[in-house]
């Protein structure tokens, strides 16, 4: 029964992200300007994530490669779009709006792009070294 309701729960799971998948695909056209993003993507995916890892796990007794795989797979996109909605329905301001819908939205399809393809290597690199 419990391996029948994770089975269950991993195939919603799935469905959830493939709607969330969808749905950002269906708003890229609100995507005012790529002109920001030039540097934006980089910077929270190269500086900002990985050095927040690094300084969240500090102590912790954490491998550096471990941190390196987590600060460039990290947490998915769904958050982002939460967050989004939040800030978009609790007053930010109508000219600043446009912008950060951009680079969310942006970031996000870079996120499932850039990390989709690299995740299949990553983790089998990171499986063999685990062997090891």
Request: proline letters at 4%.
């Amino acid at each position: 029964m419990t391996r029948a309701v994770l089975g269950f729960n991993e195939q919603l799971e799935r469905i959830a992200e493939l709607g969330m998948v969808m749905t950002v695909g269906a708003l890229l056209p609100a995507v005012g300007s790529f002109a920001m993003m030039w540097w934006f993507v980089p910077l929270v995916f190269l500086v900002v994530r990985p050095a927040s890892i690094v300084l969240g796990m500090a102590g912790a007794g954490v491998p550096m490669y471990k941190q390196v795989l987590m600060g460039w797979l990290g947490i998915r996109g769904i958050g982002s779009i939460y967050y989004l909605m939040f800030a978009l329905n609790h007053g930010i301001a109508a000219s600043f709006a446009s912008d950060l819908v951009s680079l969310t939205l942006g970031t996000v399809t870079a996120s499932i792009i850039g990390h989709g393809i690299t995740v299949q290597p990553l983790m089998s690199w990171y499986e063999r070294h685990q062997l090891k």
